[in-house]
């Protein structure tokens, strides 16, 4: 695991400094080792985590001759087949690494090789014979890869403070920050800044020295439908999902460092510890955090899963200084980020930290088999599509005219929605009547779901789709890469851990596409075929209890520990100044919050998290190395 940065210049004035001022910044994603490659106009670096081949994987690696390098960050689980197969080819290999695999994979079949490599990922590859550099990414985005092309040349990084070091331009879009407030992230392919994308997943990138740009996709996520693709029934279909499950977690076992797992308590998370415990002949070290309040205190379940399998628990109720925290994020997501799960992921990161250096995640579970309760909640009032739509937008209407703090005026505009795809929108994410109210024009986006669906349409299934499928789609393809994988990677690798996601193995998740939603989802809840193939191997009260999210008490830090921060950041000059809100609904969100009549703690959140990342943009870029450390959570 490791972090990488580099760029290809228009002419042959690649700098090492300039390199390692790029690397500098991400020292976090790989505190073991560093590397630099200059050849002519390219310069590639790295910081690496030394998880495989801790002796001879140092990185930059070239081929035989020297002609391809690559900077690498991730993990390749099938490595030693390919290596074994490529061995047979004729070629030569210097190190035991996964990461040299990739450029004799290169040679070998160039882009055409990548649909063969499982794994998780984000590499360059340099090849001084085309002058050019190739950016891949893994299937589903688990590791970031940001790339900006300027009149100076091509600049690429895994984060995306590295770019801001290159001195790409930085001039805001709009459009970026408008998704931002629809959903709480960016969404892919933007970034805040005009001049920077991120490349998306399952998709690589070519750049020549002479700037020429070509892009191909060679991996993308099969529909959900409601039609049995897999050809099997349901007795089968839980033999094969315990056979493909089983088989992810073991290859993402391999490690010649200390590995252990998350445990929340939850479904997905347990799940993943069982089949570890199942397949190890060791006790799994197993990693859990609890707050003080008690509805946002799961370990009691993890304890349940700790217990029936004799792991080697660790697990601690902590009292973190949020203040400290909430600062030391906004550096490290380098971009609006407001899913306040981000602190949580942190905490447990570090954690988990001083104990291992791989950690396996419970993630991907929800998305591939229905496992959220929105899904039930369209499908509640899906027959409200039958009702005439001049009805439905006189209830839109109605809605319209109520006063912000009127109760169910959210609801009253979410069922006169004019599509099941554009109420979804309403109910789960930040509603439009609110981004009226708070927003000015220019950050608004309109409120039908035909612009998303413009703006992005990697997300959406056709037309005509059922749309429990285009949910799960949406959410498979947007939510998970934009926020939640993107909080995990961020998280654990500012605490210099590397996660892995057994239920995100693109196998399983094809073959989880091809089951009938139907089967995920029955009588209101999800993950049926799931719980039928896996359930007995958990405790019974996991079975019937309620879904809890990954969440802190961030509703009582703001009237608390965090609301002076919020008062100055949200009500100061330079926020209102910047003619993105409206002052007087920001005082009443406030207000109603602070009084306690109605929690606006997410909204408030997103508002901060926008704040203290413009005030971040505003100072100086600083090396790791001269930074003062963030202080470790307490422990109860």
Known sequence: MCGIAGFLLRDNSA???????????????????????????????????????????????????????????GEIYNYQELRDDLIRKGHRFRTNSDTET????????????????????????????????????????KKPLYYAQTPNGFYFASELKCLRMAGVPLDLDTDALRLYFQFTYIAEPYSPFKAIRKLMPGCWLECSVDGAIKQGRYWKLPPFSEENQNGCNEAQTCEQIRELFDEAVRIRMIADVPLGAFL???????????????????????????????????????????????TEHHEIVVRPDSLSLIHKLVRHYDEPFADSSAI????????????????????????????????????????????????????????????YSAYGKNFLHAIGSPT?????????????FLRKRMLTPKYMLPADAAFLQKMLPDNFLPEGTDIRSQLMYFEATNLLTGDFLAKVDRASMAASLEVRCPLLDHRFAEFATRIPTSWKWQNGKGKRILLEALGDRLPPELLTRPKMGFGVPIDHWFRGPLRQLVHDSLLGKSFLDRGIVSPDFVRYLLQEHDSGRRSNHHQIYALLMLELWFKNLEEPLVAESQMVPCAAPAIG
Not at 30 to 42: K, L, T
Not at 106 to 111: I, L, Q, R
Not at 118 to 125: D, H, K, L, N, T
Not at 420 to 432: H, Q
């Open 264 to 310: 929340s308590g939850g479904i997905d998370s347990s799940l993943v510890v069982a089949s570890m415990a199942l397949q190890s002949r060791e006790p799994v070290k197993t990693f859990s955090i609890g707050f003080e309040e008690a509805a946002y205190n799961e370990l009691k379940y993890a304890a349940l899963v700790a217990k029936k399998y004799k």
């Open 102 to 141: 990739l450029v004799h994979l290169y040679e070998e079949e160039g882009t055409d090789g990548l649909h063969r490599l499982r794994g998780m990922f984000a590499y360059c590859i340099w090849d001084s014979r085309k002058r050019k550099v190739l950016l891949v990414r893994d299937r589903f985005g």
């Open 344 to 403: 949580p992921t942190y905490i447990v990161s570090e954690f988990t930290a001083r104990y291992v250096k791989v950690a396996l995640s419970g993630d991907g579970g929800d998305e591939f088999f229905a496992g959220y309760p929105i899904l039930g909640l369209v499908e509640k009032y899906a027959f409200l599509d039958r009702v005439p739509r001049p009805l439905r937008k006189l209830m839109r209407l109605t809605a319209d005219a109520l006063p």
């Open 15 to 73: 700098q090492i400094a300039d390199v390692r001022a790029m690397c500098d910044l991400i020292r976090h994603r790989g505190p073991d080792d560093e590397g630099i490659f200059i050849d002519g106009p390219c310069g590639i670096g790295m910081r690496r985590l030394s998880i495989i081949d801790l002796s001879t994987g140092h990185q930059p690696i070239a081929n035989e001759d020297g002609t391809v390098w690559v900077v690498f960050n």
């Open 420 to 432: 099941a795809l554009e109420r979804y929108f309403n109910l789960n994410y930040v509603p439009y």
